[in-house]
């Protein structure tokens, strides 16, 4: 059982519109060995993971997938539901899964979801281990490899009160980012996104949170605000202590200012001996010591957000209580054994720790963990009401004083803080600080919001929402515009295009694709950036009011899509020959069902751009959540007709006018000769790149003027399409630069040469080393009818073959040609175009494929520049 490969599909994908873990993996021998022909095997999996009894699988019922492990199923299926379990035990619970045979033998695809990459491919790691262990009778340490699956989670699983923010930004179906591995968050895309770090939002103010870590300013704020605070003083010696005590009033708390856990802090101090060993003590911990008048009470959290008050909570630190004859340690362990304390704090409480820090803590009381507390005596293991080290908070949101939560939302508003935890001491939230002593001791940024989530006592509060409703007007999903693109062949000029069209002053337009990230028509990156990473990219970009995003193959089967909504999804076609045999996908309706994933993502109010000529393509509407926009240059196309007939929208060209039909009803936008991409509405294929294009503008809610105005000003050259059917005349022959790398596209381009007066034609051309044999050879075929001279060459792009085998396998398609009577071979694709362009003749038509864009077009602007090259 060995993992061929495995991916993180970190966006919707084949499987699924979640992420998951998507692993390959060979079986070996055990590829013929079902659960109920290893003996003990079942038996020792379910003793190890009886949660596993909750796992319904195929059966559909509690205890399913045990019936399918004694009726016998292959471990591919076992290791998926093993995977789950332990990312369930770590605190990650998942519910989905799949184990599907490939086409390869013995190798099975394993999938899992996961709300953590990391843990999710430790879990599948640890899952191999125990499957392996049970069966072949090996012990395994379960209760360890659980440990440290949890450890895993606690370090890189968003915290509770980001989490609760995140999925109540998903319940207003606004998306999400995580920018880092730690609580850094995107809330939304592009020019649209708030971002959150913990509680704090983006709309925090750098000066309010610096004011909040000052609390002596902090306080001395708020008491000139007049409301009741407990204000405190720096003091800078003994007697400057003293001499504040009587200037404040007994008893005092002197503390270090920045004390963790409540270190060095004394408190209910009344003579000055008690204030020097205070003062001494504190020093210990930080130079700078603080004096306040102490004040006896309940502790308690108000939570405001906005501007108001959401949740409060009665806060209480780690503590036991003495009984006079077990020691303390002994308290901790049998707290920590109570039922209520389940270890991870996800369920309940969790464990009171006896760490260094508790050590510490207890010291300040005079205890070490073997003493002996009185009975009924009060000790404190820790003094923060911190959840994750044992706190208790009961949620008292209902009870607070209609005037203290007046009170707290000015606080926050003094202090300049949107989201604001502040600290209260009262005998009673429920009257009013001032008619019983009560005071503010505090301010905070980025409050803990654990304690109203799932406090131990009360009714959860929902403060995500509330963070949420904040920073995000009713309504607003916080996404911009996004269109992707698709296809086999056409999907970088349609992408191009319709971020040309999409154009108009005070919108920024973003664009990924083949040839890099553009922002407003500059590359700001260079390269091929169709895949995931550089949409999501381009989606971070807080510029960016609408994206294109051109949506090739290989990153949706690699990491899933960047999106899980697109306003407009276009598929231009599902060719031959392209990337087949690789991934599994073996036939066009195999990369048919990867490109309809865009299609699926279509909002409700957006629209699927599909093409009515292609079978596969026009029956992705189906799976389609929104309206459809059909294109074909036919009107007649029996697709276009059914779909007008039933109040559909459709594109194509009617006696030369590109028209846009609505029902009955049809606009004649322009003649379609004069879209410069089509060559005077020569290039069929181009022609349909408009019509794609066009149909695109149209569901984006462009309006037609600017359309026919964008259509007008885009043209097929170096600099708006380079590399896609870029037409030049040089020496008196007519050359044609194009990407096109597949037997669709060549068969297109070969008929869109009937176009043009030339008879005789020279190709440049080659092959990555990626396309199956049959198709390779298939090009060979083409060029061999299409073209009177052949020049071949190799690039670096050869994948696992052999130097030279994918020239033999072109020269096997062009082997009897009935055209091509001179085949030449050229290393390296620049060369090749140079060889061609100082030995084309005059009157001859030169299609040089550019299978490197960038390189391409960088060499034709330089040799074209030469005196004696004469190009235009």
Same mark, same amino acid.
């Given at each position: 059982?060995?993992f ?11 499987w699924?519109y ?6 390959w ?24 993971l ?10 559909? %019922? ?47 695809? /394993?999938?899992?979801?996961?709300k ?8 599948l ?29 606690? $370090?890189?699983?968003?915290d ?28 939304g895309?592009?020019?649209? $996104?708030?971002?959150?770090?913990g ?6 103010? #750098? ?10 300013? !902090? ?7 007049g409301?009741?605070v ?51 003590r ?7 010591v ?17 501007g ?5 909570? +009665?806060? +209480?630190p780690?503590?036991?209580?003495g ?7 002994? =308290?901790?362990?049998?707290e920590?054994?109570?039922t209520r ?15 260094e820090l ?18 009924g005596?009060?000790?404190l /293991?820790?003094?923060d ?11 008292v ?5 209609? #005037? ?6 000015l606080?926050a ?10 600290d ?18 505090? #301010? ?20 995500? %929402?509330a ?6 007007a ?8 996004i269109? !992707? ?47 995931p ?7 971070m ?8 995003l ?16 697109? +306003?407009?999804?276009?598929?231009t076609?599902?060719g031959e ?8 996908m ?13 299609? %699926? ?16 393509? !026009?029956?992705?509407a ?15 196309? =029996? ?6 007939a ?11 006018q ?10 004649? =936008?322009?003649?379609i ?25 149209w ?23 380079p ?6 005349e ?16 060549l068969?297109?381009l ?11 034609? #020279?190709a ?15 090009m060979?075929? =083409?060029?061999?009818?299409?073209f ?23 020269? +096997? ?6 055209r ?7 290393d ?8 061609a362009?100082?030995t ?7 299609v040089?494929?550019a299978?490197?864009?960038?390189p ?5 602007? $330089? ?10």
């Amino acid at each position: 059982m060995e993992f061929v490969k495995i991916l993180a599909l970190r966006g919707p994908n084949i499987w699924a519109y979640f992420p998951v873990i998507e692993a390959w993996v060979d079986l070996g021998d055990l590829k013929d060995s079902p659960s109920d022909s290893i003996p003990g095997f079942s038996e020792r999996l379910m003793n190890w993971l009886p949660g596993m009894i909750e796992h319904r699988c195929s059966v559909g %019922e509690r205890g399913g997938f045990f019936e399918r492990l004694r009726r016998g199923t292959y471990p591919a299926h076992i290791l998926e539901h093993v995977t789950i379990e332990l990312q369930t035990l770590a605190g990650s619970p998942v519910g989905y899964g799949r184990a599907r045979e490939s086409s390869t033998e013995g190798i099975y695809k /394993v999938v899992v979801k996961y709300k953590d990459e990391t843990l999710a491919r430790e879990c599948l790691a640890a899952a191999r281990e125990l499957v392996l262990a049970a069966i072949y009778d090996r012990p395994f340490d379960l209760a360890t490899a659980v440990a440290h699956l949890r450890g895993i989670a606690r $370090q890189n699983l968003l915290d509770p009160g980001t989490d609760a923010i995140v999925q109540a930004a998903r319940r207003r179906n606004i998306p999400f980012l995580r920018m880092n591995t730690g609580n850094l968050v995107q809330l939304g895309t592009g020019s649209r $996104q708030r971002r959150i770090l913990g509680s704090g939002t983006g709309q925090t103010g #750098v000066v309010a949170e610096s004011i909040a870590r000052d609390e002596v300013l !902090a306080r001395d704020l708020l008491d000139s605000a007049g409301l009741p605070v407990t204000r405190c003083y720096p003091v800078l010696n003994e007697a400057d202590a003293w001499e504040t005590t009587e200037y404040i009033g007994l008893p005092v708390t002197l503390r270090p200012r920045n004390g963790v856990e409540g270190l060095g802090a004394t408190a209910h101090l009344f003579t000055r001996e008690q204030v020097d060993a205070a003062y001494q003590r504190a020093l210990q911990v930080d130079a700078t010591v603080l004096m306040e008048r102490t004040i006896t009470g309940n502790r308690y959290r108000l939570l405001v957000v906005g501007g108001r008050l959401v949740a409060a909570a +009665q806060c +209480q630190p780690a503590q036991v209580t003495g009984d006079g004859v077990a020691t303390i340690r002994a =308290l901790v362990e049998r707290e920590n054994r109570s039922t209520r304390r389940c270890g991870d704090g996800e369920a309940g409480l969790c464990q009171i720790p006896l760490d260094e820090l508790s050590l510490a803590v207890l010291a300040d009381q005079g205890f070490t963990p073997e003493s002996v507390a009185d009975a009924g005596a009060t000790v404190l /293991v820790r003094r923060d009401a911190d959840l994750d080290t044992g706190g208790t908070a009961i949620d008292v949101t209902d009870l607070v004083a209609p #005037v203290t939560a007046q009170q707290a939302a000015l606080a926050a508003q003094i202090v300049g803080l949107d989201v604001a935890g502040i600290d209260v001491i009262a005998s009673d939230i429920s009257a009013p600080l001032e008619s019983q002593g009560g005071r503010m001791v505090g #301010v905070h940024a980025s409050p803990c919001l654990r304690i109203h989530l799932t406090p131990t006592e009360g009714e959860p509060r929902p403060v995500g %929402e509330a963070i949420v409703d904040m920073i995000f007007a009713p309504g607003d999903t916080g996404r911009i515009p996004i269109a !992707a693109v698709t296809g086999t062949n056409g999907k970088t000029t349609v992408s191009r295009f319709l971020a040309h069209l999409l154009q108009r002053p005070g919108t920024s337009v973003g664009l990924t694709c083949t040839d890099g990230i553009y922002l407003d028509g500059q590359r700001i990156v260079a390269g091929d950036c169709s895949g995931p990473t550089s949409a999501r990219n381009l989606l971070m970009h807080p510029r960016v009011d609408v994206a294109v995003l051109e949506t090739a193959r290989g990153g949706i089967l690699r990491a899933g899509l960047a999106f899980n909504e697109c +306003q407009v999804a276009v598929v231009t076609n599902i060719g031959e020959g392209d990337h087949l045999g690789i991934s599994d996908m073996n036939t066009p309706e195999d990369l048919a069902r990867v490109k309809c994933g865009i299609v %699926e993502l279509v909002s409700q109010r957006g629209a699927a751009v599909l093409n009515a000529a292609d079978p596969l393509v !026009a029956g992705m509407a189906a799976k389609c959540p929104g309206p459809v926009i059909y294109f074909a240059a036919d009107p007649a196309n =029996l697709v276009i007709q059914e779909h007008l007939a039933a109040g559909g929208r459709a594109v194509f060209v009617r006696a030369g006018q590109l028209v846009l039909a609505s029902g009955a009803t049809e606009d004649a =936008l322009l003649p379609i000769h004069e879209v410069p991409v089509t060559q005077g509405g020569r290039i069929a294929f181009e022609v349909e790149n408009t019509l794609a294009a066009t149909a695109a503008a149209w569901g984006m809610d462009v309006s037609r003027e600017a359309i026919a105005d964008g259509l007008r000003t885009f043209a097929s050259d170096l600099e708006k399409v380079p590399s896609r059917f870029n037409v030049m005349e040089y020496r008196g022959a007519t050359v044609i630069v194009d990407y096109g790398h597949n037997s669709h596209a060549l068969r297109a381009l070969i008929d869109a040469l009937q176009a043009f007066p030339q008879t005789r034609r #020279v190709a440049v051309f080659s092959s990555s080393g990626d396309r199956r044999d049959a198709d390779i050879v298939l090009m060979g075929q =083409l060029l061999g009818a299409g073209f009177d001279r052949v020049i071949l060459y190799e690039d670096n792009d050869l994948y696992r073959r052999k130097p030279g085998e994918i020239t033999t396998l072109l020269r +096997q398609g062009l082997a009897g040609a009935a055209r091509t009577s001179e085949i030449e071979y050229v290393d390296g694709g620049l060369n090749a175009l140079e060889h061609a362009l100082r030995t084309v003749q005059p009157g001859e038509l030169l299609v040089a494929q550019a299978h490197l864009s960038d390189p391409t077009v960088r060499f034709l602007k $330089q040799f074209l520049a030469q005196p004696e090259a004469g190009g235009n």
